[in-house]
Structures are given as structure tokens and as C-alpha cells.
């Protein structure tokens, strides 16, 4: 179903979710920008503590986060030392990937390179930016991977 925001609701979803979004990102520059596709999914897990994580491609990979919450530490180490994990990120073209837990949710969100929209003013050119073939099944292993590792 898609909103009157752009945004596209998915239902039928596996008991483990509780909602997946397809959202449209726009990043305006001065002659230009850039729309994306973001994919947020959104899961509860028995916990309050409050978390923020993001993923970093560089030198092999790696999960960081600037709270020091118990929970948030540990799924650190958890995913940091996944190697398959990190192998899969690490062959996606990733603009994002980060983990948000907040009152009793997880919520996953991923923009890829490709899938968007990129556009001039000057000369006007739209330009659609295809998601590469070779990334789709990544990007579901790699999802698939991310919500076995998250703890219910």
C-alpha cells in the first residue's frame, strides 16, 4: 500500500516483523540532488534501553555506536564479530545502515546506492539510477543474517 507521504507499507509480514517501509530520501544540493530509496523494518525486542548503531564499510567493516547501553554493547560485539555479516555488508554499495532500539523496537534502516532518481536544474536532466542486480540477493542475505543476529 503506498501513502499519500510516497511511502510504500508492506503487510502478510512474518510474525517476527512488525512493519516494513519502502521511503523515498531526498537529499537537495544547489543545481541538483538525489532521491533514494530507504528501507526501514521494524521488529519488538525485550528490551527499554535506548541504542543507536551504524554500520561502517571502511577496513573490513564494522558496527559502531556512541551509547553505552548494555544491550547496544553487546549486539556491537555480536554483529562486529560476524564475519559472514560483515562480508555481505561490505559487498553492498551502502549510502546507510543503522540500528535504532527504542522503547521495546528495533528498527532497521538501509539506503543502497541505486534504486533512486538524480537530477540537474541546469541543464534539467533526470537521470534514474537502476538498483544493480547483483545486490538484490546480498542485501536479502544480508538482511536475513542482521535479523538472526538481533536477540528477541
Known amino acids: 500500500m503506498q501513502t499519500n507521504e510516497g511511502n510504500v507499507q508492506f503487510s502478510k509480514l512474518p510474525d ?6 519502502v521511503k523515498p530520501r ?9 532521491c533514494s530509496m530507504t528501507l526501514h523494518i521494524c521488529r519488538k525486542i525485550e528490551t ?4 543507536f548503531l551504524s554500520f561502517r564499510g571502511n ?8 551509547d553505552k ?14 564475519r559472514t555479516l560483515m562480508e555481505l555488508l561490505c559487498g553492498l554499495d551502502l549510502e546507510e545502515l543503522t540500528l ?3 522503547s521495546g523496537h528495533i528498527i532497521l ?3 543502497p546506492f541505486g534504486g533512486g532518481l538524480v537530477y540537474l536544474a541546469l541543464p534539467p536532466l533526470r ?13 536479502v542475505n544480508s538482511m536475513e543474517r542482521l535479523n538472526a543476529k538481533i536477540c528477541v
Not at 59 to 66: A, C, L, S, V
Open 100 to 102: 535504532q532500539i527504542e
Open 127 to 139: 537521470y534514474p539510477v537502476a538498483f544493480p542486480a547483483d545486490q538484490i540477493e546480498t542485501m
Open 69 to 82: 547501553s548494555c544491550y547496544g554493547e553487546q549486539l556491537q560485539a555480536t554483529l562486529n564479530t560476524d
Open 109 to 111: 534502516t538501509m539506503t
Open 26 to 34: 531526498l537529499k537537495r544540493w544547489v543545481l541538483g540532488g538525489v
Open 16 to 21: 517476527l516483523l512488525e512493519g516494513l517501509q
Open 48 to 51: 527499554e534501553e535506548k541504542c
Open 59 to 66: 577496513r573490513g567493516g564494522h558496527f559502531f555506536t556512541k
